[in-house]
């Protein structure tokens, strides 16, 4: 038995197809199913059921698959402590960002982590929380950036930064003549949503659970996207929230429409994820570290105090 025999176990696992799990593993797909083959003799037992379309595991396979699973992690680890031993910041790193803060994070750091780290490849994906969840577990991302607590027992959270809220009304809204306002002056009712599967959504609407008893199961109009949301509202259609990064590059006619709120600010916590298992530590400190500094820098230069975290 052989590491390259699991990871080909997992690629077929995954794959449900050995042609496609050989051009995964960069092999030729009789020479996948010869080391599967091997191996499957070796253990005296059938891992796939191959007369099933697509291939399926069998009851041991099953098996052989989660604990293979642990082994190549096992084995990737000693290669990630020589790299660590030897101060080693570089290789491929698969980084996963939420699509409310990709927008506006990844132009502030992605250079300046480039620069400062020139032998890390990132591969980065914009993912919604439930995608990052599931390829974290199954280690198709090393690392990601959303809107926690998660309370994931498999996946560590480092807090990065916390982001507040920051209004969005338009002229003709009730609440508009307010220079500040209190999180009680909040109404689901009239407020502009992104769609289902965005965390900020859910983080908004925690918000108002906070300080209105009714939530009604329908809302005027939801988007996929906080520009959206922010031409409906000009639109007269409804106020909306931001996360504080998406309002510093607003013109000087929609900064006029933002109103923030008394202190302590609602805000949201972003933090860097990973897996349990801690791989390529090295480059998630380095991660974390760029940013945290990046955005402790744009938010003193902006005046802003970020200290409350978004009600539960």
């Not at 059938?46 to 096992?74: C, M, W, Y």
């Amino acid at each position: 038995m052989t590491i390259t025999q699991l990871h080909y176990v997992l690629a077929i696992a995954e794959h449900k197809n050995f042609t496609k799990a050989a051009e995964k593993c960069f092999v030729t797909q009789p020479t996948l199913s010869t080391q599967i083959q091997k191996l499957e003799d070796e253990l005296d037992v059938l891992i796939f059921d191959r007369s099933k379309k697509p291939i399926e595991l069998t009851d041991v396979g099953r098996k052989i698959v989660h604990q293979a699973k642990n082994i190549v992690d096992e084995s990737d680890r000693i290669q990630d402590i020589v790299d660590q031993q030897k101060g080693f910041i570089g290789g491929e790193f698969k980084l996963g960002i939420i699509p409310t803060v990709m927008p506006t994070l990844l132009p502030m750091f992605l250079k300046a982590f480039i620069k400062k780290y020139p032998k890390v490849k990132l591969k980065i994906e914009e993912l919604t929380t439930e995608e990052i969840i599931a390829r974290i577990n199954d280690g198709h991302l090393d690392a990601a950036i959303a809107a926690t607590p998660l309370l994931q027992e498999t996946i560590k959270e480092r807090v990065i930064y916390f982001e507040p809220f920051v209004a969005y009304i338009p002229n003709d809204h009730r609440l508009a003549p307010k220079k500040k306002l209190d999180t009680s002056d909040l109404d689901i009712d009239d407020m502009l949503l992104l769609e289902d599967g965005h965390c900020f959504r859910d983080g908004v609407i925690n918000l108002c659970k906070t300080f209105k008893n009714h939530l009604d199961d329908q809302f005027q109009l939801e988007s996929g996207s906080i520009e959206t949301l922010i031409k409906l509202s000009n639109e007269g259609l409804g106020m909306t929230l931001l996360p504080y990064l998406h309002t510093m590059e607003l013109n000087d006619n929609q900064k006029g429409k933002l109103r923030y709120f008394n202190d302590p600010s609602p805000a949201r916590e972003v933090s860097i994820i990973y897996h349990k298992s801690e791989l390529k530590m090295q480059i998630i400190d380095a991660l974390h570290n760029v940013i945290s500094g990046i955005i402790r820098g744009a938010i003193a230069f902006q005046n802003v105090e970020i200290i409350s975290p978004l009600p539960k």
